[in-house]
T-cell receptor, first 111, second 112 residues
Framework: DQQVKQNSPSLSVQEGRISILNCDYT??????FLWYKKYPAEGPTFLIS?????DKNEDGRFTVFLNKSAKHLSLHIVPSQPGDSAVYFC??????????FGGGTRVLVKP | NAGVTQTPKFQVLKTGQSMTLQCAQD?????MYWYRQDPGMGLRLIYY???????DKGEVPNGYNVSRLNKREFSLRLESAAPSQTSVYFC???????????FGPGTRLTVT
């Protein structure tokens, strides 16, 4: 039973446009959410996070939105750049528990 | 600072063989983790060590053992490799919380 789901395995977007990645979760005890970015043959790198007491967190071109009532979060990348082409993992944490990852979304930004 | 390093980068094993994956971090982190990544499954936690001298099972520990050799090093051992253990293995570390984890480059393991 996957507690964190990324229902879109892939996403293709034109350079300069917005990329929107979605993530749904089922465990209401999750109180901290993270996005990781992964290039081929490299380990994941931390991108941005959000606490459950907030509904938005912004860092440069990256914004994460959290809708607790819908158990849904999204990552917006504006504007998208070719270097953003990677696999993005959503992850969630409940205090005293382990970090749970989604299956990943592969993003391709076309020049 | 090298961050998190893993050896080897690639390994091919025959069914029944054993091997140890090595991981080291130079960030003075207390917590270390071993994950496996399979297509469409995200990263699944195999074992973790919250602090030096402690280890705990994660989501998929069967077929694996770990050793927290010291604060820097955390190894993963496959005693009798099986084809189901073909995967990419990532080691990670964090200061104390399980929030921002820093990952190594991974070990691609194939068991034939």
């Amino acid at each position: 039973d996957q507690q964190v789901k990324q229902n879109s395995p892939s996403l293709s977007v034109q350079e300069g446009r917005i990329s929107i990645l979605n993530c749904d979760y089922t465990n209401s005890m999750f109180d901290y959410f993270l996005w990781y970015k992964k290039y081929p043959a490299e380990g994941p790198t931390f991108l941005i996070s959000i606490s459950s007491i907030k509904d938005k967190n912004e860092d440069g071109r990256f914004t994460v939105f959290l809708n607790k009532s819908a158990k849904h979060l999204s990552l917006h990348i504006v504007p998208s750049q070719p270097g953003d082409s990677a696999v993005y993992f959503c992850a969630a944490y409940a205090a005293g528990n382990k970090l749970t990852f989604g299956g990943g979304t592969r993003v391709l930004v076309k020049p | 600072n090298a961050g998190v390093t893993q050896t080897p980068k690639f390994q091919v094993l025959k069914t029944g063989q054993s091997m140890t994956l090595q991981c080291a971090q130079d960030m003075n982190h207390n917590s270390m983790y071993w994950y496996r990544q399979d297509p469409g499954m995200g990263l699944r936690l195999i074992y973790y060590s919250a602090s030096e001298g402690t280890t705990d099972k994660g989501e998929v520990p069967n077929g694996y053992n770990v050793s927290r050799l010291n604060k820097r090093e955390f190894s993963l051992r496959l005693e009798s490799a099986a084809p189901s253990q073909t995967s990419v293995y990532f080691c990670a570390s964090s200061v104390n919380r399980q929030y921002e984890q820093y990952f190594g480059p991974g070990t691609r393991l194939t068991v034939t």
